[in-house]
C-alpha cells in the first residue's frame, strides 16, 4: 500500500512539475503597448506587440518609432483596382464557345 502511495505522489509531482511552463520573474505590469519602465537598469523595455524584446531609453522614444512603425513605407505603389465587368461576355469567352 505504501509504495503506491508514494507512486501516487511522485506521478502527481511530475505531471504538476511538466504541466508548469516556464516561468520568468517579472514585476512590473505592462502598459497598452506591452511595455513598461526598467526601474532597476533604468529606460523603457517591450515584452509584447511590434516591439517585444527591444528596449528605449523612454517611453516618449518608443512612442515616436511606434508612430513611424505605424506609418510604414510611403513609396509603396497605390493599390489598382481591377476594371468593372460591363457584364457582356468578353471576346475570349466568345471564341470559347465557338470552338466547343
Not at 46 to 71: I, R, V, W
Amino acid at each position: 500500500m505504501i509504495p503506491q502511495v508514494a507512486l501516487a505522489i511522485l506521478l502527481s509531482l511530475s505531471a504538476v512539475a511538466l504541466a508548469a511552463g516556464p516561468v520568468h520573474a517579472h514585476g512590473g505590469g505592462l502598459d497598452t503597448h506591452g511595455c513598461h519602465h526598467d526601474r532597476k537598469n533604468g529606460g523603457y523595455h517591450c515584452h509584447q506587440g511590434p516591439f517585444a524584446g527591444q528596449s528605449f531609453a523612454s517611453k516618449s522614444e518608443m512612442l515616436a518609432a511606434l508612430e513611424t512603425h505605424n506609418q510604414g513605407p510611403k513609396d509603396l505603389p497605390q493599390r489598382v483596382q481591377s476594371p468593372r465587368r460591363s457584364g457582356k461576355p468578353s471576346d475570349v469567352s466568345t471564341t470559347l464557345r465557338a470552338l466547343l
